[in-house]
């Protein structure tokens, strides 16, 4: 115990408090601007880092890495444009809010939601991390499967206005996932012969056509302002906020644990988790229409959830060596170049670094809380303040080097454009984007679970059983079917009733 | 504050982001064409320092992903010749994508000019540490009597895990099931989780996961410094020393004094004893192949895969 003391104290260093601090304030901004992501923030980092002492080093990497997601929050919120595909979700409720002028509420909602999100996935990360690990382990291709087809149902709770088109864009987005290099069997599937598409569409690039080319078009189309302001500019709503996500507890706690745990699964990443949370929390709201309108509740429930996934991911980054979010792959390597071993000796032989680093992301994570509500006012601010001649450029700038920076290559801010042009048309006939993307996303994981969980049961001669007689598979099919049927069941129910009641 | 000072204010602060990009492509760049936290991309970072001590000069590190390495190598005779830009090559993969995809790979192995291999990670056979089998011998006796149970994890189609599994079974006269997945850590998952009996996977994988893992075999030429324990194929009887080469390459318009040059920076980078401890800890084997060894060294390459390709039938 004196040991796990003196970890939390060294972590209290003057320098590691500062680089904490600087690492949030740089991971906001990245993670804020459209296409530069929290893998690329901390990639560019790890040189500086190896000049630290190796738990610094983790400290500033975790640091980014925690505001970088936060910062998400703020382009989905401000120009319905997820910074990063794990706030996606947040676009669903966050715009309509800043649309309304609740943005700075909205804001201030987001920032409370992923410092809760954030604390709750650090100290399941400080406690529960072996045993956690070893239940990752029980996600085969089988569950991975059944775990993208249930987010795939919840677009259907998801959806905004017209149920049929949201799932034809889903069926778009699956058809796009297929685009590439086949993972299993190695395939040439829709390439046209261009060489870029052989990796498959790069989803960052076509998320940000998709969402934010519309918002931009329609900007400059339409007169007035960008978002209304509220009343009372100047507050940052605090006492709401405060009061509106207390009142909320118990679904903010859900979305924490809701994103620690499909944190923990390697490959799903806080897109899964924020998706499954919203729509969690929307069959169980009482404000079910509200959803999709500027509900608060949503906004809660996407973003403690993405945030907790920080905490879950390095679960079985640090104790299985499997990185469980790209970002987390990089800060392994870093891990690795410094002669750090990971898994099960690292909380034992090597735990002061571990403790060290897990203290740090603690400190980082309370820190967001200020900084966020601050830094959160004033870009909410400038956001309605600058006039819209200006706006406009400086995000059409934003997204050519987003879309840039993600390889490196010409090619995507092409490609971002292209998307665009089929978001504006697709958003004009009543076509959401985010089906399309969660529909481009969940698809790679679905298909390859698929197809090796046919392998593997084709060499057991038994595929039948190994799709359905797992518990965990169980458990997925039971949620799947629920969401598909429960809402018809509880019409023809309540139908009944009123029959019944009728008569009598 | 006036809209006059705002404007400024958003300037100076694309003024500041710009300027970080340009001062992080300072000095030389190093262009891995995967995404950061692989093996090309750990072990670049590992000598950077050591590039920085010898030449007084910053190695960046920049990603171009995409198509397994295609993206990047389709590009490479567009970027600077003078030496200010090279790009990490690896061994199966630029001899087999334009074995495997044609025209559609985007480039030819001939256009990548590579100057130096600096180490590779040799192909290994490991099961899960509570695992029935304790030897190669085990494992194909259970393949033996049931042709096609046993499942391969591993990263990729015809990768080189995958090409492992097809020379193992020719070689060895078994019939296994290869599972895809993506990437090294989705393969060492599914060992872990039990749901494949073994993976096809690389040495390191081993260094990573310690005693989670029992590394059966491994295609070097001899055993390993780190598993001295561990038999190589050949010690066995099998005649299979593969993996994955990890190198660089100039654009082929780069004169033959700049292609010298880099491959003596990196060969001195090699001959460091401590960054060869370091390489060797995590499984690396480091190889000395420069710039006057290379031409041979790929004939012999591309011979042994395009055998391999013959069995998978992807040419004639």
């Given at each position: 115990?004196?040991?796990i003391f003196?970890d939390f104290?060294?972590s ?50 975790g ?55 954030g604390i709750i996935g650090v100290i399941c990360l400080a406690l529960f991390a072996p045993p956690l690990a ?126 620690t ?49 920080v905490g879950g991911?390095f679960i079985?980054?640090l104790c ?27 909380f034992?032989?090597?735990s002061?670094?571990v403790y060290t680093f897990i203290f740090g992301l603690f400190l980082?994570t ?139 | ?316």
């Open positions: 115990m004196t040991n003196t104290l060294s209290l260093s003057l320098i590691n408090l500062g680089l904490a601090f600087s690492g949030v304030l740089a991971g906001i901004i990245i993670g804020a601007l459209p296409g530069l992501s929290a893998t690329m923030a901390v990639a560019i980092l790890v040189p500086f880092t190896f000049a630290l002492e190796p738990s610094s080093g983790l400290i500033v990497l640091a980014i890495y925690t505001g970088a997601i936060f910062g998400g929050s703020w382009s989905a919120i401000l120009i319905n444009t997820p910074g990063t595909p794990s706030a996606v979700a947040t676009t669903f409720d966050g715009y309509p809010l800043a649309k309304k002028g609740d943005g700075d509420l909205a804001m201030s909602i987001s920032c409370i939601s992923s410092f809760i999100g070893s239940i990752s382990l029980m996600f085969g291709p089988t569950e991975y499967f059944w775990l993208a087809v249930l987010g795939l149902t919840l677009i259907s709770t998801l959806a905004e206005g017209d149920n049929i088109k949201s799932l034809i864009g889903a069926c778009l987005g699956l058809l796009l996932s297929m685009v590439g290099v086949a993972v299993v069997g190695g395939d040439m599937r829709m390439t046209w012969n261009i060489s870029f598409l052989n990796s498959g569409i790069e989803i960052v690039s076509a998320m940000i056509g998709l969402f934010c080319i519309p918002v931009i078009l329609d900007l400059t189309s339409m007169k007035g302002k960008h978002l209304n302001e509220s009343e009372t500019p100047k507050s940052l709503r605090l006492k709401e906020s405060f009061f509106l996500v207390f009142s909320k507890k118990f679904q903010a706690v859900r979305g924490a644990l809701i994103g745990f499909i944190g923990i699964l390697p490959g799903a990443g806080g897109s899964i988790a924020s998706i499954v949370s919203y729509g969690e929390a929307k069959r169980s709201s009482k404000n079910k229409d509200n959803f999709g309108k500027g509900e608060p509740e949503g906004l809660i429930a996407s973003e403690t959830a993405n945030n907790a996934t991911g079985p980054t299985l060596g499997i990185p469980g979010t790209p970002p987390d792959a990089v800060i392994l390597g870093a891990l690795l170049v410094q002669g750090i071993r990971t898994g099960d000796t690292l034992t032989q090597q002061s670094i980082a309370i820190m967001l809380l200020p900084l966020g509500l601050l830094m959160g006012r004033y870009a909410y601010k400038s956001i309605i303040k600058i006039p819209r001649e200006i706006l406009i450029p400086i995000i059409i700038f934003l997204t050519i080097i987003g879309s840039y920076s993600i390889q490196n290559n010409i090619l995507n801010v092409y490609f971002m454009f292209f998307f665009g042009l089929i978001g504006w048309i697709l958003n004009r006939a009543g076509f959401k984007a985010s089906p399309i993307v969660l529909g481009l996303v969940l698809g790679q994981i679905a298909e390859q679970g698929f197809v090796q969980s046919y392998i593997i049961g084709n060499a057991q001669e038994n595929i039948i059983a190994n799709y359905f007689a797992k518990p965990i598979s169980i458990v997925l099919v039971i949620l799947i079917l629920m969401g598909l049927f429960l809402p018809t069941l509880k019409k023809i129910y309540n139908k009944k009733r009123r029959n019944l009641n009728d008569q009598r | 504050m006036n809209l006059k000072s705002k404007i400024i204010k958003i300037f100076a602060i694309f003024a500041f982001l710009l300027s970080s990009i340009n001062v992080a492509s300072a000095g030389v760049t190093n262009i891995i064409p995967f995404g950061p936290g692989g093996e090309s991309d750990v072990t670049a970072r590992m000598q950077q320092p050591y590039y920085k001590n010898i030449y007084n000069d910053d190695m960046t590190v920049q990603y171009k992903p995409g198509g397994g390495g295609s993206v990047g190598w389709s590009s490479l005779n567009d970027e600077k010749n003078d030496g200010s830009v090279i790009m990490g090559v690896n061994l199966p993969h630029i001899i087999m994508q334009p074995i495997a995809k044609g025209e559609k790979a985007g480039y030819k192995t001939d256009d990548v000019n590579v100057f130096a291999f600096f180490h590779y990670t040799p192909d290994a056979i490991l099961v899960e540490a509570s695992s029935p089998y304790k030897s190669l011998k085990d494992l194909l006796s259970y393949a033996k009597s049931n042709p096609g149970k046993l499942t391969f994890s591993g990263s990729g189609t015809y990768s080189a895990n995958h090409l492992l599994t097809i020379s193992l079974n020719k070689k060895a006269k078994v019939k296994t099931t290869y599972v895809p997945f993506k990437g090294t850590g989705a393969a060492v998952q599914a060992l872990l989780g039990k749901q494949v009996v073994a993976e096809a996977g690389y040495s390191t994988v081993a260094a990573k996961q310690g005693s989670k893992v029992r590394m059966l075999a491994v295609a070097s030429e001899k055993r390993l410094p780190a598993f001295p324990n561990v038999p190589t194929f050949k010690e066995l009887g099998y005649n299979i020393v593969s993996g994955a080469y990890r190198g660089y390459a100039l654009p082929k318009s780069a004169s033959k004094a700049t292609v010298k040059e880099w491959s003596d920076r990196i060969m001195k980078i090699n001959s460091d004893p401590s960054f060869k401890q370091k390489m060797e800890d995590g499984a690396f084997v480091v190889v000395n192949i420069g710039h006057n060894k290379i031409k041979k060294f790929m004939r012999d390459q591309k011979k042994a895969n395009k055998a391999i390709a013959k069995d998978l039938g992807l040419i004639k």
